[in-house]
């Protein structure tokens, strides 16, 4: 900020303007600037839920559309996810607070040569917030990582990320293993990231592709309701 510009006070700030406000902050990498807004807007009632949506993950959109742009270039993106990060480790805890009881667990990562992880998070959190057991592999994982967790968290579901047109077909090569192991029907397989869509769940045989977090419980509660109901009827 130069020296004639005023200091914004950011409790100082009505909800919209907030929001607006925590769109350039996060665009600035502005991390404390960012827990700040977060806990002012926590402060007035808003649902975490909504926190996320739309000061956060709107906010990400803008540096998404500009890095796209060639506005941005990776050192300020890498500092925007740093902003987001530390709003997300506020709302974290509260998603995660409802007390459901446990829907399933699901063990969820990023795939190999994929170091994009503030999505996965994102439906990490989301997952949590809905009673599932989330065991997160975090990024760059190869075929047997995925495997590995599988088995030894006796997992119900199995969930990939993937942000770049290069390693989204790696989620296939992971299925076309499960397949030859002949363990794929054992688990159900949820894929989501931007650059993939519904026919390339289905081409790649992933039970469901989730557009976003949200999506992504969704989903995984209707598939978990009929395991249940599959298992009830013997
Ligand atoms: Co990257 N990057 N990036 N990047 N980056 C993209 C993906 C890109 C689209 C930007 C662009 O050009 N417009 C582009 C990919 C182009 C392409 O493949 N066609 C790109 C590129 C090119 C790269 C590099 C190659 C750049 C370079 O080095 N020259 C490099 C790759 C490194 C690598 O992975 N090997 C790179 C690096 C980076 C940073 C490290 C700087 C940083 C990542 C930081 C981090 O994640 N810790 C970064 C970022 C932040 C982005 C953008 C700007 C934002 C991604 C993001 O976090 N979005 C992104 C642009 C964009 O997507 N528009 C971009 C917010 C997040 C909430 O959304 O991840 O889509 P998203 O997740 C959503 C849904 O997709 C869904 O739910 C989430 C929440 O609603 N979802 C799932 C995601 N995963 C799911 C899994 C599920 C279910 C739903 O399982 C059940």
């Given at each position: 900020?130069?020296?004639?510009?005023?200091?914004?006070?950011?409790?100082?700030?009505?909800?919209?303007?907030?929001?607006?406000?925590?769109?350039?902050?996060?665009?600035?990498?502005?991390?404390?600037?960012?827990?700040?807004?977060?806990?002012?807007?926590?402060?007035?009632?808003?649902?975490?839920?909504r926190?996320?949506t739309?000061?956060?993950v709107?906010?990400?959109?803008?540096?998404?559309?500009?890095?796209?742009?060639?506005?941005?270039?990776?050192?300020?993106?890498?500092?925007?996810?740093?902003?987001?990060?530390?709003?997300?480790?506020?709302?974290?805890?509260?998603?995660?607070?409802?007390?459901?009881p446990?829907?399933?667990?699901?063990?969820?990562?990023?795939?190999?040569?994929?170091?994009?992880?503030?999505?996965?998070?994102?439906?990490?959190?989301?997952?949590?917030?809905?009673?599932?057991?989330?065991?997160?592999?975090?990024?760059?994982?190869?075929?047997?990582?995925?495997?590995?967790?599988?088995?030894?968290?006796?997992?119900?579901?199995?969930g990939?990320s993937?942000?770049?047109?290069?390693?989204?077909?790696?989620?296939?090569?992971?299925?076309?293993?499960?397949?030859?192991?002949?363990?794929?029907?054992?688990?159900?397989?949820?894929?989501?990231?931007?650059?993939?869509?519904?026919e390339?769940?289905?081409?790649?045989g992933a039970?469901?592709?989730?557009?976003?977090a949200?999506?992504?419980?969704?989903?995984?509660?209707?598939?978990?309701?009929?395991?249940?109901?599959?298992?009830?009827?013997?």
């Amino acid at each position: 900020m130069s020296e004639d510009e005023p200091e914004i006070i950011l409790s100082e700030l009505d909800d919209e303007e907030l929001t607006l406000q925590m769109h350039d902050d996060l665009y600035d990498g502005m991390k404390e600037e960012i827990e700040e807004g977060t806990n002012i807007l926590l402060g007035r009632g808003w649902e975490p839920y909504r926190v996320l949506t739309e000061a956060l993950v709107g906010g990400m959109k803008i540096v998404g559309d500009d890095f796209r742009d060639g506005i941005l270039f990776v050192p300020e993106v890498l500092l925007a996810a740093n902003a987001m990060k530390s709003g997300m480790k506020i709302l974290k805890p509260l998603l995660a607070e409802t007390g459901a009881p446990r829907m399933g667990k699901m063990v969820i990562g990023t795939v190999k040569g994929d170091i994009h992880d503030i999505g996965k998070n994102l439906v990490s959190m989301m997952m949590e917030g809905a009673g599932f057991e989330v065991v997160d592999l975090g990024i760059n994982n190869p075929v047997e990582d995925y495997l590995a967790a599988l088995v030894k968290e006796d997992a119900d579901i199995l969930g990939m990320s993937a942000l770049l047109t290069t390693t989204m077909p790696y989620m296939k090569v992971v299925i076309d293993t499960m397949v030859e192991q002949g363990i794929r029907d054992d688990y159900v397989i949820l894929v989501g990231g931007a650059p993939l869509n519904e026919e390339f769940g289905k081409a790649i045989g992933a039970d469901a592709y989730c557009r976003d977090a949200a999506v992504a419980v969704e989903t995984a509660k209707e598939f978990m309701a009929r395991k249940h109901n599959q298992m009830a009827a013997g």
